[in-house]
Structures are given as C-alpha cells and as structure tokens.
C-alpha cells in the first residue's frame, strides 16, 4: 500500500519535473557548453572547443570589467536605495490611519508599470530639452541652464538608476509589509513598555523578525538588478561612451550584434556565477533558523 | 471513394489557381508610408501576390534581419540592406545574387554609384531604392529674422551664424546633431572627416582617421559643444532620428539628415515649419573642398532561404520602376535611382528641393566597406563618445580606436 503510493508520487511530478528539466536546465547546460565553443550565430555547425579560450578574451577585455564596474555600483546602490525606501515605506504603512489601504494599493502601481514603458516616461522626464525635470528645477530657480541627464556617462548611470529605484523600491515595500503584518503588536508594546525608541525598536525588534523576508527581497532583487537588461535597453542603448552598459546589456551586444555566441555564453555564465556567490553570502547572512530578539 | 478523390482533387485546384503567394518583407521604417502605398498599387497589379511588410526602426533592423534569418533562413523573402551591411550579408550567405534577373534597362540606366551598393565581388544583390545622403537643412525663415542673407559655406561660418541666431534669442542652440552611441554617429563623422580632408583608410588599407584631418574633424564636435557652444549638448545622447523633432518645431536652425526627414518637416502634423526648411551644400572645413556628407543609400535584396524568389523579385522590381521612383521622389522626397530622372521635369517642376540635392550628390564620402563592418563601426562609435563627453582627448580616443580597428582587421 505504501509502496504504491510512492510511485503515483512519482508519477504525479513526472511532467511538471521534465517541463521544468527543459525549460530551466536545459539552456543553463547549453549555455556553459557553448561557452567553451568558438561558435558564431551564422555557422552554429563549425563550432570547435576552445577550451577555456573566451573566457581568458573576455577577462583580459577592459570592455568587460567597466561593464562589471557598471553592473556592480547599479546594483548596489540601486538594490540599497530600494531597501531603505521599501523599508521605511513598510513601516509607515503598517501603522493605522486614514488613507491606508488607499495608499497601499497605490503603492503597487508603479511596480506593475511595465519596464519597457518606465524606462520611456523617465527618458522623457529626463529629456534635455522637453523633460519635465529641467522644467520643474528651473522653474524653482534652482538651475539656470537645462541639464542634459542622460548626456554624461556617470550622471546618466545615476538617472538610470533613479528610474530604476522609482519603479522596484515598491517590492520591498511590498514584501516587507506582507512579513510585518505577521509581528504580533503585543512586541512592538512591549518594547515601548521597556522604553525603546523608534531606532531601538526597529533594530532589536522589527529587523530581526524580518530577516527571512529581506533576506528573500534582496535574493531576488539582487539578482534582477544584476541581470537589468530592459530599462538599459530603452533608456541608453549603453551610451553615452558605455557609460551605462551593464553585464547584460554587453551579452546581448557580444551574442546578437557581433553575433559570437560563444564570448556571450562564456559572459552569462559569469553573470550566473556572480548572482550565485551573492544568494549564497545573503543566505548565509540573513537566514539562520532561529530568530532571537536582544531585548 | 473515387468520388471523394475528385473532390479533393478539384478542391486542390481551385486553391492553385487562387492560391495566394505571401512574401514577407522588413524594412526600415522610414519610407514606410511610401511603401505601404505602394504595396497596395503592387497587389492590384499582381492580384496573385500578398505582400506582409515588417516595418521596424532602422536601429533595430540590422539585428532583426540576422537574428531572425539565423533561425529560420525562409522567415523573409526580402530584405532591407544598407549599404555598410551588403558584404557582411554576403558573406553570411543571406542574399541570394539577381545578375540573371537584371534587365538590359536597369543595368545600362540605374545610377553605378547608387547600384554599388548591392554589388560586393562583381555580384548584384538586389536593387537600390534611393540615393541617400545626409543633406543640410537651414530654416530659412530663422535666418531671414536673423538679417542672415544665405546659409553658411564653412564650418567658421556655421558657428558665427549659430551664435548670431543665439544671442538674437531666436534659438537656444545653433543646430542639433545626432551623435548618440549608434550608427548615425559613424555617418555624420564621415561627414565632417571628408569635409576637413581625411579618409578613413590609406592605400594599403591602414587606418587613416586618426591623422591631423581625422583630429581636426573631431575636434571641431568637441569644441562645438563646450567651447563655442552651438550645438546642442543633447546630440550626445539623440540618435539621427531624435534629433529630427527640434529641427522640425524651429528650435534650432540647423539640421543634418537623410532625405526622409525632408517629409517629415513638411508634414503639418509632425512640424510646424512646414515649407520653411530648405536645402544647402554642407558646409565645407577645409579651403579646397567644396563640400562633403556621408553616404547613406539602402537596397532591397532577395534572402537566399526565400521560397518565393520570383514573386519577391517582382515587388523590389515595382518599387524601383520609373513610376515608383518618381512618386517617392516627388512626394516623399527621395532622390530617384534612374539617372533619366534628374532630367525629368515633372520631377524637378515637383520636388521642391531637388536641386540643392542633387548638387550635394556630387560630394560624397562613403563609409567603409568592410565584412566586420558592424564591431568596426561600434569601435569608432564608443572612442567618438569618449571624446565627446570628455574622457580622452579627440587624439588619444581616435589613436586607441585605430589599434583597436588594425587588431579587428589582423593588422599589425
């Protein structure tokens, strides 16, 4: 009787576990077998093993580590923007007022923009010329000649981001919310009993007790932020003199405008790696089993 | 049972004698509304052929075409080829050759200069379908409040005059370029390379761009932004076809582009100075030259994994026809491909501007014709940005281009 029960199990998952095993491995395996191949979109069939050639090419490219130095100050410092807005945004929404649940649906909106049309709003918020930014700042007399955004390579990086951060800080508010609805209130009124100020409070109560759910937030949003792709794409194309080309943004350039495939796998499985260390440091940091709280 | 044979059989029939051929076509979308028409008036003539037209932005088009052809080789029967990307094509073995297909007419009548660019080692692959070049635009109606008389001849000119229509208040900036991180950038450096007397390559194939010319050219980019500040700092991140909005709304006086955009500025519903911009000679950098512009004429070829190669030839030999050639011409401002037409009087009676066009056909640069085209070209566009947002010196960034362009090319 048990035994039976096993296999129709078994046979349960089977096609949800070959579904997956397609979708998801897959590609993954190709993608690293391609990586050691000399291999260009136009002859797939004259690939030749090249060891670990492009990846030596692409190590020693100083094209690849601005790309890495992009990608890396995009993530962090978009991924901790979000993280303290999101927090802070959280927090205020899990007190009781007015507005409330008004305010909380409201939050959802700009997260459920599609990136593709946020990243064209702010292109155009931040437009030289048109752009609604230069014309509210110089209107407040705050600059007196129009700024062109997007026109330096450090300064469009920043925009870019801004965009960015205005469109995913709402997931953490999001998540974070969802996770503090579940700390009991009789916590929070026991810390103030004990005399615990806001900071107090939210260093030795709240953040503790939300750590499995920043420690998801920020799995996920680390590795979406280090793979950005669209809002790049849309807003920059990459310029102005690479100032904005992130990690991926260079694989779709290597891989579909200079068609070698082989450099743009060797390149994503790089990514992958990276994106892999970082779940792996966060888990390690953030997801222990048990929760103590230092009163 | 041989009642049911008949049926399906005559069945088949009917569907081969109505069957229709679909050939699908992608192509820039710059001419779209031209083509649209056009294909319609091609479907009355060869009720037989449904022609589906993919119209995409030029900037995605190069990779849309090889993207999509990698995949499936049939996904197109006709494609649109610029003329930087035909040895490329070739190479990858995505145009088939029309040679057999060329009339006697089209051989002997169609301008060389403009039939070049679907030919690479004595093979045609398709036929031109205008010849493009980046014209200079002048709102002759900013010029006039200004008390300017005539468009500038010289780049000292250019500048002196942006700073009068300036300080006069009648424009924040003299002119607008495209010099975005993208091909356009490629296009209107050679312009100006031409204009100041360099080339790209010497004789031997070596690059050439980074000599004094090539330096000077780029130079005068820089210092037109920061130092004399006639062009617009937002050229660096607008490509040739964002730059078109301020041209066509009278905020700046000055424009460089491709013959299309002459429609859009005279289109009411995308411009406000209908009638108002008018043609000019580019301006020259160099005592000598007279003028210089870049090249910029595109083709349509048939794909090589067509499976409709006689119907795909007959639409691209309708759009090049007289008949269609003149009416892009005179309602959309294309300059035609048959050399009988710049003689045709409906043609210069109609097309506004067709003179001044025509004289700056006469000086041209191309870009060069290269099988690694597309990294070559991106090797410049990165090193010319780099200089335009002041990271390196316009030497240092177009000597580090040309090691980078003789280490693509396996030159030591």
Same mark, same amino acid.
């Given at each position: 009787?048990?035994?039976?029960?096993?296999?129709?199990?078994?046979?349960?998952?089977?096609?949800?576990?070959?579904?997956?095993?397609?979708?998801?491995?897959?590609?993954? /395996?190709?993608?690293?077998?391609?990586?050691?191949?000399?291999?260009?979109?136009?002859?797939?069939?004259?690939?030749?093993?090249?060891?670990?050639?492009?990846?030596?090419? $692409?190590?020693?490219?100083?094209?690849?580590?601005?790309?890495?130095?992009?990608?890396?100050?995009?993530?962090?410092?978009?991924?901790?923007?979000?993280?303290?807005?999101?927090?802070?945004?959280?927090?205020?929404?899990?007190?009781?007022?007015?507005?409330?649940?008004?305010?909380?649906?409201?939050?959802?909106?700009?997260?459920?923009?599609?990136?593709?049309?946020?990243?064209?709003?702010?292109?155009?918020?931040?437009?030289?010329?048109?752009?609604?930014?230069?014309?509210?700042?110089?209107?407040?007399?705050?600059?007196?000649?129009?700024?062109?955004?997007?026109?330096?390579?450090?300064?469009?990086?920043?925009?870019? /981001?801004?965009?960015?951060?205005?469109?995913?800080?709402?997931?953490?508010?999001?998540?974070?919310?969802?996770?503090?609805?579940?700390? =009991?209130?009789?916590?929070?009124?026991?810390?103030?009993?004990?005399?615990?100020?806001?900071?107090?409070?939210?260093?030795?109560?709240?953040?503790?007790?939300?750590?499995?759910?920043?420690?998801?937030?920020?799995?996920?949003?680390?590795?979406?932020?280090?793979?950005?792709?669209?809002?790049?794409?849309?807003?920059?194309?990459?310029?102005?003199?690479?100032?904005?080309?992130?990690?991926?943004?260079?694989?779709?350039?290597?891989?579909?405008?200079?068609?070698?495939?082989?450099?743009?796998?060797?390149?994503?499985? $790089?990514?992958?790696?990276? $994106?892999?260390?970082?779940?792996?440091?966060?888990?390690?940091?953030?997801?222990?089993?048990?929760?103590?709280?230092?009163? | 049972?041989?009642?049911?044979?008949?049926?399906?059989?005559?069945?088949?029939?009917?569907?081969?004698?109505?069957?229709?051929?679909?050939?699908?076509?992608?192509?820039?979308?710059?001419?779209?509304?031209?083509?649209?028409?056009?294909?319609?008036?091609?479907?009355?003539?060869?009720?037989?052929?449904?022609?589906?037209?993919?119209?995409?932005?030029?900037?995605?088009?190069?990779?849309?075409?090889?993207?999509?052809?990698?995949?499936?080789?049939?996904?197109?029967?006709?494609?649109?080829?610029?003329?930087?990307?035909?040895?490329?094509?070739?190479?990858?073995?995505?145009?088939?050759?029309?040679?057999?297909?060329?009339?006697?007419?089209?051989?002997?009548?169609?301008?060389?200069?403009?039939?070049?660019?679907?030919?690479?080692?004595?093979?045609?692959?398709?036929?031109?379908?205008?010849?493009?070049?980046?014209?200079?635009?002048?709102?002759?109606?900013?010029?006039?409040?200004?008390?300017?008389?005539?468009?500038?001849?010289?780049?000292?000119?250019?500048?002196?005059?942006?700073? $009068?229509?300036?300080?006069?208040?009648?424009?924040?900036?003299?002119?607008?370029?495209?010099?975005?991180?993208?091909?356009?950038? %490629?296009?209107?450096?050679?312009?100006?390379?031409?204009?100041?007397?360099?080339?790209?390559?010497?004789?031997?194939?070596?690059?050439?761009?980074?000599?004094?010319?090539?330096?000077?050219?780029?130079?005068?980019?820089?210092?037109?932004?920061?130092?004399?500040?006639?062009?617009?700092?937002? #050229?660096?991140? #607008?490509?040739?076809?964002?730059?078109?909005?301020?041209?066509?709304?009278?905020?700046?006086?000055?424009?460089?582009?491709?013959?299309?955009?002459?429609?859009?500025?005279?289109?009411?519903?995308?411009?406000?100075?209908?009638?108002?911009?008018?043609?000019?000679?580019?301006?020259?950098?160099? =005592?000598? /030259?007279?003028?210089?512009?870049?090249?910029?004429?595109?083709?349509?070829?048939?794909?090589?994994?067509?499976?409709?190669?006689?119907?795909?030839?007959?639409?691209?030999?309708?759009?090049?026809?007289?008949?269609?050639?003149?009416?892009?011409? %005179?309602?959309?401002?294309?300059? =035609?491909?048959?050399?009988?037409?710049?003689?045709?009087?409906?043609?210069?009676?109609?097309?506004?501007?067709?003179?001044?066009?025509?004289?700056?056909?006469?000086?041209?640069?191309?870009?060069?014709?290269?099988?690694?085209?597309?990294?070559?070209?991106?090797?410049?566009?990165?090193?010319?940005?780099?200089?335009?947002?002041?990271?390196?010196?316009?030497?240092?960034?177009?000597?580090?281009?040309?090691?980078?362009?003789?280490?693509?090319?396996?030159?030591?």
């Amino acid at each position: 009787m048990r035994k039976r029960k096993d296999i129709s199990r078994w046979i349960m998952i089977l096609p949800a576990t070959i579904l997956i095993g397609f979708a998801l491995f897959y590609p993954v /395996i190709s993608t690293v077998i391609i990586s050691f191949q000399d291999r260009s979109l136009f002859m797939p069939t004259m690939a030749t093993f090249v060891g670990f050639q492009n990846y030596r090419d $692409i190590l020693s490219s100083s094209e690849f580590w601005n790309a890495m130095k992009v990608t890396v100050y995009f993530t962090v410092v978009s991924v901790g923007a979000e993280f303290v807005i999101g927090l802070f945004s959280a927090i205020l929404l899990n007190q009781d007022f007015a507005m409330k649940g008004f305010l909380r649906a409201l939050v959802i909106l700009p997260w459920a923009i599609p990136t593709v049309a946020n990243g064209v709003l702010w292109q155009w918020i931040f437009d030289a010329n048109y752009g609604a930014l230069n014309g509210i700042l110089s209107q407040f007399g705050m600059i007196e000649d129009y700024i062109n955004w997007l026109g330096e390579p450090f300064r469009a990086l920043n925009m870019v /981001i801004i965009a960015d951060v205005w469109k995913n800080c709402w997931f953490f508010t999001i998540v974070l919310l969802g996770a503090l609805q579940t700390i =009991p209130k009789s916590y929070f009124e026991a810390a103030e009993v004990d005399g615990a100020g806001f900071w107090n409070r939210l260093f030795r109560v709240t953040l503790p007790l939300l750590r499995p759910a920043i420690a998801v937030s920020l799995v996920l949003r680390t590795s979406e932020a280090f793979k950005v792709f669209d809002i790049i794409y849309i807003m920059t194309k990459g310029g102005p003199a690479n100032g904005t080309q992130v990690l991926s943004y260079y694989v779709y350039h290597t891989s579909f405008e200079a068609l070698s495939l082989g450099q743009g796998a060797a390149i994503s499985t $790089i990514i992958a790696v990276v $994106i892999l260390l970082a779940a792996l440091f966060y888990t390690r940091l953030l997801m222990r089993e048990e929760v103590e709280i230092n009163a | 049972m041989k009642k049911f044979l008949v049926v399906v059989l005559s069945v088949l029939m009917v569907l081969m004698v109505f069957g229709k051929v679909t050939i699908r076509v992608i192509s820039s979308d710059d001419f779209a509304t031209f083509r649209k028409e056009a294909i319609k008036e091609f479907e009355k003539l060869y009720p037989d052929i449904h022609v589906e037209l993919i119209s995409v932005g030029y900037n995605q088009l190069y990779q849309k075409i090889v993207t999509t052809l990698a995949v499936d080789p049939s996904a197109f029967d006709v494609i649109d080829v610029d003329c930087i990307w035909t040895p490329e094509f070739v190479e990858m073995g995505l145009l088939e050759p029309v040679d057999d297909r060329l009339t006697e007419d089209m051989k002997k009548n169609i301008l060389p200069s403009v039939m070049r660019i679907m030919q690479y080692k004595g093979k045609t692959y398709g036929l031109p379908m205008f010849d493009d070049v980046l014209f200079f635009y002048y709102n002759e109606d900013l010029l006039k409040k200004a008390g300017i008389l005539r468009p500038p001849a010289t780049w000292d000119e250019f500048v002196a005059f942006s700073k $009068i229509l300036q300080e006069k208040g009648l424009v924040k900036y003299g002119s607008i370029w495209g010099w975005a991180q993208a091909e356009g950038l %490629i296009c209107y450096y050679t312009l100006l390379l031409g204009s100041f007397g360099g080339r790209w390559f010497d004789e031997n194939g070596n690059p050439a761009f980074n000599d004094e010319a090539g330096v000077k050219a780029l130079q005068w980019m820089v210092d037109a932004i920061y130092k004399y500040k006639v062009v617009d700092p937002a #050229s660096i991140n #607008s490509d040739d076809r964002a730059m078109l909005h301020a041209v066509a709304h009278g905020d700046v006086a000055f424009g460089f582009n491709w013959s299309f955009a002459w429609t859009i500025f005279n289109d009411p519903e995308q411009s406000t100075q209908v009638g108002k911009i008018k043609v000019a000679l580019v301006p020259s950098g160099k =005592p000598g /030259i007279v003028s210089n512009t870049s090249s910029g004429s595109m083709g349509l070829g048939i794909t090589r994994g067509s499976k409709h190669k006689d119907a795909a030839w007959k639409f691209i030999a309708f759009l090049a026809s007289r008949k269609e050639q003149k009416i892009q011409a %005179i309602k959309y401002g294309a300059m =035609p491909i048959w050399e009988d037409l710049y003689h045709d009087p409906e043609v210069l009676q109609k097309h506004p501007e067709f003179e001044p066009m025509l004289n700056q056909l006469y000086y041209v640069m191309d870009r060069p014709s290269l099988v690694k085209y597309t990294q070559f070209s991106r090797i410049l566009q990165i090193y010319i940005q780099k200089a335009l947002t002041r990271q390196m010196s316009p030497k240092e960034a177009l000597d580090r281009a040309a090691k980078e362009v003789k280490k693509l090319l396996g030159r030591k």
